[in-house]
């Protein structure tokens, strides 16, 4: 049976409520907490702010933790998150440290490529005054007839590369890049030079190889002098004629 007045009836004894507040039916995605919080968490974050999901499903506002790397995981929790990159003043410290770097270590670098290359053609000139040697055992002797190349020698050579200065070679001088001329001497055998670079190649000298069979660099205009010769008095070294 129904009474009436009032927003309440009784039926069969019990009693019903003839309206429903809509404020009591819960979302069906609040739970979840997703939907319209979500929504009002990421209305929050383009103001500038950040907001806070509470346990009962409010979203509660914090300026300045967005500036802090802070972002909402799917629970509704909020971790940090890096977003930070390089400024334009951190990249032009670093890129003016590399370019001082570059300055300072690219002249060592290059001073001691220069230096492997001038001990290379050391070795070249050594090896040639060992084929000058095994030359002069061959021919009772004598040395190569005089001539401005060490083309004689190619039988007494492994290689014919032997006869190319490595620096010459690289700025692309065509050979041959050693001299030979036994017609000049000084007056002691072991300063009389036999071959040696055609040009000061080696950081303004050049290597030099004596009839003892040492070589040594010289620098500037003592490896001119070396190169030029000086006619001896008395020359102490037989040379073969020319054919």
Not at 17 to 33: F, Q
Not at 89 to 112: D, H
Not at 164 to 187: N, Q
Request: proline share 6%; glycine share 14%; with cysteine.
């Amino acid at each position: 049976m129904v009474g009436g007045g009032g927003g309440a009836g009784v039926l069969a004894g019990i009693p019903v409520l003839e309206r429903v507040d809509d404020r009591l039916i819960a979302s069906p995605k609040a739970h979840l907490g997703v939907g319209e919080n979500r929504a009002r968490i990421v209305s929050a974050q383009r103001r500038g702010q950040c907001g806070l999901l509470g346990r009962g499903g409010e979203v509660g506002e914090r300026r300045g933790v967005a500036g802090q790397g802070l972002a909402p995981s799917e629970a509704g929790r909020w971790e940090k998150v890096s977003k930070r990159g390089f400024t334009y003043i951190e990249l032009s410290y670093a890129m003016a440290i590399i370019t001082i770097l570059m300055l300072v270590l690219t002249p060592a670098f290059t001073r001691s490529r220069e230096k492997a290359k001038t001990a290379d053609c050391q070795s070249h000139l050594k090896q040639i005054g060992m084929a000058l040697q095994v030359y002069a055992h061959d021919w009772n002797g004598h040395f190569p007839p005089g001539r401005d190349d060490l083309s004689p020698l190619l039988p007494y050579l492994r290689e014919s590369t032997i006869l190319l200065c490595p620096t010459a070679e690289d700025e692309g001088i065509k050979p041959p890049h050693y001299w030979y001329r036994p017609g000049h001497a000084f007056d002691d055998l072991p300063d009389v030079p036999l071959a040696g670079d055609m040009r000061p190649w080696h950081g303004e000298g050049g290597n030099a190889l004596f009839v003892d069979g040492h070589v040594k660099w010289f620098s500037g205009e003592q490896f001119e002098h070396i190169r030029k010769g000086m006619r001896a008095s008395e020359v102490k070294v037989k040379f073969r004629e020319a054919s």
